[in-house]
């Protein structure tokens, strides 16, 4: 049975806690996430860890933003570890997402729009001209311009990102939370039937399925929903 389009983010307290859960949701799901602040935690190690024998795919979640030449660095010094998907900030601009893509050529450089996080007010606050949906689609042309080959933004603009970069690119959609399940610190957020449906190829699902009693059998179970679905 083919994995399902999830990456689940293994936002956990130590290194065995994230291996444990890979290997629990691995079956189900094609891709695993790791973040910032396990890869601070536990640095190159904890790919290796998560990814196991099953050769699962590995989405390194650093969402890189500085300037281009220390972009580019640091994308290469993790380019290898082989990550399938790599984040850098879209508002990082043309050069540093070019930056992120030259150095790190055989990973999937996913920038990252709008975060789920941001409410329109906040945007406001921090000087980005919205609304939310303008803003994503402006940085999604832009990344894809710069050669980004993936993109990052909440279901609520997945429609708009496709009918404006077409179908080659892949998008990524956090602040999926099943029916019923907790929003948390997300902000934009959908079922993940719905962000399928909308145009999403991979979506991003945490705490929903590693705070659930029995992980495995919960993204099971939403691999299951979304098969019955397509």
């Known amino acids: 049975m083919t994995p399902a389009p999830i990456a689940v983010a293994l936002d956990a307290p130590?290194?065995?806690t994230a291996a444990h859960w890979a290997a629990l949701v691995t079956p189900h799901v094609s891709t695993v996430?790791?973040?910032?602040?396990?890869?601070?935690?536990?640095?190159?190690?904890v790919i290796a860890s998560v990814r196991g024998?099953?050769?699962?795919q590995v989405f390194l979640d650093l969402k890189l933003h500085d300037i281009p030449n220390t972009v580019a660095g640091a994308a290469r010094a993790v380019a290898r570890l082989?990550?399938?998907?790599?984040?850098?900030?879209?508002?990082?601009g043309a050069?540093?997402?070019?930056?992120?893509?030259?150095?790190?050529?055989?990973?999937?450089?996913?920038?990252?729009t709008v975060l789920t996080?941001?409410?329109?007010?906040?945007?406001d606050r921090i000087g980005l001209l919205g609304p939310a949906d303008d803003a994503v689609r402006r940085l999604?042309?832009?990344?894809?311009?710069?050669?980004a080959t993936a993109l990052v933004c909440s279901p609520n603009e997945v429609s708009a990102v496709r009918a404006e970069v077409g179908d080659g690119i892949t998008l990524i959609t956090p602040g999926v939370r099943p029916t019923g399940a907790a929003t948390q610190d997300q902000m934009r957020?959908?079922?993940?039937?719905?962000?399928?449906?909308?145009?999403?190829?991979?979506?991003?699902?945490?705490?929903?399925?590693?705070?659930?009693?029995?992980?495995?059998?919960?993204?099971?179970a939403i691999a299951a929903s979304l098969r019955r679905a397509t």
């Open 117 to 123: 996080s941001l409410t329109e007010a906040d945007l």
């Open 53 to 56: 024998a099953s050769g699962v």
């Open 14 to 16: 130590d290194l065995e």
């Open 82 to 92: 082989r990550p399938s998907i790599l984040t850098v900030h879209a508002a990082g």
């Open 189 to 220: 957020v959908a079922t993940p039937e719905q962000a399928l449906a909308d145009g999403a190829d991979l979506l991003v699902i945490g705490r929903p399925i590693t705070g659930s009693a029995d992980p495995g059998a919960t993204a099971a």
């Open 95 to 112: 050069a540093m997402i070019r930056a992120a893509v030259e150095s790190a050529p055989h990973t999937k450089i996913a920038a990252v």
């Open 140 to 147: 999604s042309a832009l990344s894809v311009e710069a050669g």
């Open 33 to 45: 996430k790791v973040g910032l602040e396990l890869y601070l935690r536990y640095g190159p190690d």
